[in-house]
Every structure is written in structure tokens, then in C-alpha cells.
């Protein structure tokens, strides 16, 4: 099986109205289509950009996401419909006031979408935003294959990891969002580090630009990339592609998911295989 994948490096900047706003999503999603991408991948908070409206210094506060819940899910699902594509609408705040989540978002060609809270809370976000923990993990099936949605700091936790590829995904989509080079190459160097212990392909991305009117997002690092185990059939470094650091720009890439199942029958190392389940038992 064979999926095309995109992945956008979204550019972060102040909007007076949503309609801005929603311009720049179809922009990059017709970009996708261009190359006719089956999935496309947009980062973590990235409709914070939404708190800008109304001009103010600091901007809304972040509870104010949630009120353009139904509108975002609008505009991904009419443009998932409108493609013919999966699209994981990076992350929006959903809830209210009292209980604030950070949720990815899975869009089908269908229109209809599924979603995946992030499992694990940074300080900024418990301490500033007071977002709180998700409460369980999925896996979702599509017609290329399993794929999985863990959001930035969930891909720091091997724990978490190994229980979406042992429910069977093969691809997990990594929606990011760091403001400093030591954030993203967290992030980053911990892809690596799931991609080869669990035998997987991951495509992940983060924000870019800043946003002068909204506290804690006025500085973004990041960049996209496809990353694959470390054997023959795949590049040497691991990166079948990626973008450049803080461009605004998007990547694409195909996924052979048969060489993954070959890596893991015979490949150099079968890290997968080799897993002592006796010492430290997958899900169940």
C-alpha cells in the first residue's frame, strides 16, 4: 500500500477577520491538492492565529478558540470534501472556560472527522492556558492503511507510542508547535527515536512566523519532515524530506508501507519483533 503525504510549514501571523484566516488554509490545502496529496498535515495551535482578531496588544484569551469550534470544523470538512482528502487539521483548543483540551482533528473525504486529544500537557499550556489532559489514545482506520495522531509532546513518551503501533498504526501524523530551537529538536530527535523503535513512518510539522497580539506565541521554530526507520530500503538519515527551518512552505513525499512490514521481518535490526513483551507488555 501507497500513500502521498503533505505536510505545511504554517505561517503564523495576525488576522483582523476569520475569513483571513480561512484563505490561508485553502491556500495551503490547494497546494496539496496540486500534487495530489492523499493526506495533508497542519501543525499544532495552529488556529491561534483566530485570538488576533479585534486588534488588542495581548490579543483573547485562549478559551475564546473553542467559540470558532464549529466554523473550523466547517472549513476543514467542506475542504476534505472538496479534495478528496484526509486532512489533519493540526490542533484546535476545544471545550470552554473550565475545561480546555488540545485536539487534533482528522478530516475524511467524506466530510466527516474524528479527533484525538493531546495525552500530555506542557507547563506553559497547564500553567498559562490551564488545557488539560486528554483521557485515551486511538488509532483510525482509512483505506491506506492505520495511522495515528500523537500532538508534540505526546511523541516524547515511548509508552504512548508503542501502544498506537501496537494497535496497528503504521503512520502517525506528529502536529508540533515549538517557539525555540531546543523545543523542536525535542520533538524532533524523538521521531527519530519512534520511528526506529517501532518501525514506522512519521510525518510531522510545526508553526512558523509569529504572532505579535497573542501571548505565547509570539516566537515559532519549526519545520516539516517525513522521517523513516534506519535501514536499506530507506534514506541513510532517516528524512525522506523536509522543509526549511521557518520557511513558509509545504512538503510532500509517497509511503511505501510494504517496506515496512519487510523491515520488520528481515530487516538490519527488527526492533519491532524483538520487543521483550515478557519484561514490558504492549497494550492490551
Given amino acids: 500500500m501507497k500513500m502521498r503525504v503533505s ?11 476569520i475569513q483571513e484566516f480561512k484563505e490561508q488554509v485553502t491556500h495551503y490545502v490547494r497546494n496539496a491538492a496540486e500534487y495530489k496529496s492523499d493526506f495533508v498535515l497542519f501543525p499544532e495551535f495552529m488556529t491561534t492565529p483566530l485570538l488576533s482578531i479585534g486588534g488588542a496588544a495581548t490579543g483573547q ?3 475564546r478558540l473553542a467559540e470558532y469550534t464549529e ?4 472549513l476543514f470538512s467542506g475542504l476534505a470534501k472538496e479534495y478528496g482528502m484526509y486532512i489533519i487539521g493540526g490542533t484546535h483548543v476545544t471545550g470552554n472556560a473550565q475545561q480546555l483540551r488540545n485536539t487534533a482533528f482528522l478530516f475524511a473525504p467524506d466530510g466527516t472527522y474524528r479527533t484525538q486529544d493531546k495525552l500530555h500537557i506542557t507547563p506553559t499550556e497547564k500553567e498559562e492556558w490551564k488545557v488539560e489532559e486528554g483521557e485515551g489514545v486511538a488509532v483510525f482506520q482509512t483505506p491506506f492503511g492505520t495511522i495515528g495522531l500523537l500532538t508534540c509532546y505526546d511523541i516524547e513518551f515511548p509508552e504512548i507510542f508503542r501502544m498506537v503501533r501496537a ?5 502517525i501524523f506528529c502536529p508540533s508547535c515549538t517557539d525555540d530551537r531546543h523545543g523542536f529538536h525535542r520533538v ?3 521521531c527519530h527515536a519512534r520511528a526506529i523503535e517501532n518501525q514506522v513512518y512519521i510525518v510531522t510539522t510545526g508553526t512558523v512566523g509569529s504572532l505579535q497580539r497573542v501571548d505565547f506565541m509570539r516566537a515559532n521554530y519549526g519545520q ?3 522521517i523513516t526507520p534506519n535501514d536499506i530500503p530507506f534514506p541513510p538519515r532517516g528524512i525522506m524530506c523536509e522543509g526549511e527551518v521557518n ?3 509545504l512538503i510532500t513525499a509517497d509511503l511505501d508501507l510494504s517496506l515496512l512490514e519487510d523491515v520488520r521481518k528481515a530487516g538490519s535490526v527488527t526492533t519491532w519483533r524483538d520487543r521483550r513483551t515478557d519484561l514490558y507488555p504492549d497494550w492490551k
Avoid: S, W
Avoid at 7 to 17: E, G, P, S, T, Y
Avoid at 167 to 171: E, I, N, S, T
Fill in 167 to 171: 494497535k496497528g498504526a503504521d503512520v
Fill in 71 to 74: 466554523q473550523y470544523t466547517e
Fill in 188 to 190: 524532533r530527535y524523538c
Fill in 224 to 226: 516539516a519532515a517525513v
Fill in 7 to 17: 505536510a505545511v510549514q504554517f505561517q503564523l501571523r495576525d488576522c483582523d477577520n
Fill in 61 to 63: 484569551p485562549i478559551h
Fill in 247 to 249: 520557511e513558509d512552505m
